[in-house]
């Protein structure tokens, strides 16, 4: 059974630093794109980050660019996000999610794309 389990949310201050991880199994990893997800109380789930596990292919939304970095161990089986220089508006729960895909610009940062996803993690950036 394929399970994905986030950690690392919390509380920082605005220009600060996290890093989320998500543990994930039963997957896979190979034929498998992870993706990062974010959603702030009475808004839509976002994309933010997503990452071919085969071949490294990442792709960012517009609003992390040059901040935020997806990475992954494949030893340890776990897919990262790095934050840096955040933002209130990057207040949000972050979710981790994957599923057997092919890579396609259009599809990816997309929530239908994926059929797994973790519970989620809360991040709180304060000002």
């Known amino acids: 059974q394929v399970q994905l389990v986030e950690s690392g949310g919390g509380v920082v201050q605005a220009g600060g630093s996290l890093r989320l991880s998500c543990a994930a199994s039963g997957l896979l990893f190979s034929r498998y794109i992870m993706a990062w997800f974010r959603q702030a109380p009475g808004k839509e789930r976002e994309f933010v980050a997503a990452m071919a596990w085969r071949d490294s292919r990442t792709a960012y939304a517009d609003s992390v660019k040059g901040r935020f970095g997806i990475s992954r161990d494949n030893a340890k089986k776990m897919v990262y996000l790095q934050m840096t220089s955040l933002k209130p508006e990057d207040t949000a729960v972050y979710y981790c999610?994957?599923?057997?895909?092919?890579?396609?610009?259009?599809?990816?940062?997309?929530?239908?794309?994926?059929?797994?996803w973790g519970q989620g993690t809360q991040v709180t950036v304060s000002s």
């Open positions: 999610a994957g599923d057997q895909r092919e890579w396609n610009s259009v599809i990816v940062p997309t929530t239908r794309a994926y059929s797994y």
